[in-house]
């Protein structure tokens, strides 16, 4: 098992960044890959960004994200961050840290199905 706690979240004003951070325990020897998911009202989630946590970290952004979000983590401290800037409002969702265990990271668009571990969510609000 493995459990994922979101933190950072907060309200900033367009063009703005906040910084997110996921605290990780249990099992982490065993997650291959971890990322970002956020969801909005009335929306499905939606994948943010991936790394790979082994193997040279290679990262996944939606494209709505690249060039502003930055995925990294800090294997040794367990942790994984998403640096946001020149935020939106279309930004404005609830972020949930994810994991998997054993599994490498697609490359491609990530679908919630594929991870198991979920945070309980950290929510950024952005004000035009």
């Known amino acids: 098992q493995v459990r994922l706690v979101e933190s950072g979240g907060g309200s900033v004003q367009a063009g703005g960044s906040l910084r997110l951070s996921c605290a990780a325990s249990g099992a982490t020897y065993s997650t291959y890959c971890m990322g970002w998911f956020r969801q909005s009202p009335g929306k499905e989630r939606e994948g943010v960004a991936t790394i790979a946590t082994i193997g040279g970290g290679g990262t996944y952004y939606d494209d709505s994200v690249k060039g502003r979000f930055t995925i990294s983590q800090e294997r040794a401290k367990n942790a994984l961050y998403l640096q946001m800037n020149s935020l939106k409002p279309d930004d404005t969702a609830m972020y949930y840290c994810?994991?998997?265990?054993?599994?490498?990271?697609?490359?491609?668009?990530?679908?919630?199905?594929?991870?198991?571990?979920w945070g309980q969510g950290t929510q950024v609000t952005v004000s035009s």
């Open positions: 994810v994991a998997k265990s054993y599994r490498y990271c697609s490359g491609r668009r990530p679908e919630p199905a594929d991870f198991a571990y």
